[in-house]
């Protein structure tokens, strides 16, 4: 597709569920970040992929958080045990360059948003 | 200690009122600062990114520029259409990687 894309677009999860959340960046896109935005707030960084290797999981909350992106594509956070603090809009962003560098920025999807009940 | 700060946090504006957004920051080894607008429910949109102090960047009514500590959106006789929150990230080394950090927004509101 043109742009990037996240599903699903809203996830209710019951408080200690397991969810995974999805995104498809633009094809050929080498660099895949994950965000968490609260409401109100910024953008928070979770982690970013460069193909399919996991170069920074600094931003990753807790051992709760995991993502991959096995083929360099398709990336997958999952987040085990929800807590209600984990409810927040979840944004992957891709990016052609390595280290996400270059004039264009970022391209990110339009979120996942998560609400722990 | 935050890196991007963001001011003002909310904005109200008359159309055709000018203002500007600021976005200052103390990380070192800056590679780039980006603008970004993004609207409800959506995610962020790029707008601009500079590079060095000094830098001007020009887009519709918008005009960002660049300084060693604080970057400016300059928004010029506004729109009701502008309305949006207004990102800015700064993109600097961190560990081994050169990671965005996103300040908290401007939320600007241009009334008819």
């Known amino acids: 597709g043109a742009g990037v894309s996240q599903s699903p677009r809203y996830k209710v999860a019951k408080r200690g569920q397991d969810v995974a959340l999805r995104c498809d960046p633009i094809?050929?896109?080498?660099?895949l970040f994950w965000y968490q935005q609260a409401l109100g707030q910024g953008p928070e960084f979770l982690t970013y992929?460069?193909?399919?290797?996991?170069?920074?999981k600094s931003g990753l909350p807790s051992d709760r958080f995991f993502a991959e992106r096995p083929e360099g594509s398709v990336s997958t956070l999952k987040i085990q045990r929800t807590q209600q603090e984990d409810s927040a809009v979840y944004l992957c962003?891709?990016?052609?360059?390595?280290?996400?560098?270059?004039?264009?920025?970022?391209?990110f999807g339009s979120g996942t948003r998560l609400t722990v009940v | 200690e935050d890196q991007v700060t963001q001011s003002p946090e909310a904005l109200r504006l008359q159309e055709g009122e000018s203002s500007s957004l600021n976005c200052s920051y103390t990380?070192?080894?800056?590679?780039?600062l980006f603008w970004y607008r993004q609207d409800p429910g959506k995610g962020p949109e790029f707008l601009f990114t500079?590079?060095?102090a000094g830098e001007e960047k020009e887009k519709e009514r918008l005009k960002a520029t660049l300084t060693k500590k604080e970057s400016f959106l300059h928004i010029t006789a506004p729109k009701p259409e502008d309305s949006a929150t207004y990102l800015c990230?700064?993109?600097?080394?961190?560990?081994?990687?050169?990671?965005?950090?996103f300040g908290r927004g401007t939320s600007l509101i241009v009334h008819p």
């Open positions: 962003a891709s990016s052609q360059r390595h280290s996400g560098t270059g004039s264009q920025g970022y391209t």
């Open positions: 094809s050929g896109h080498v660099s």
């Open positions: 992929f460069q193909n399919e290797a996991q170069l920074d």
């Open positions: 990380v070192s080894g800056l590679r780039g």
């Open positions: 500079l590079y060095s």
């Open positions: 990230a700064v993109y600097h080394a961190s560990g081994g990687s050169y990671i965005p950090t």
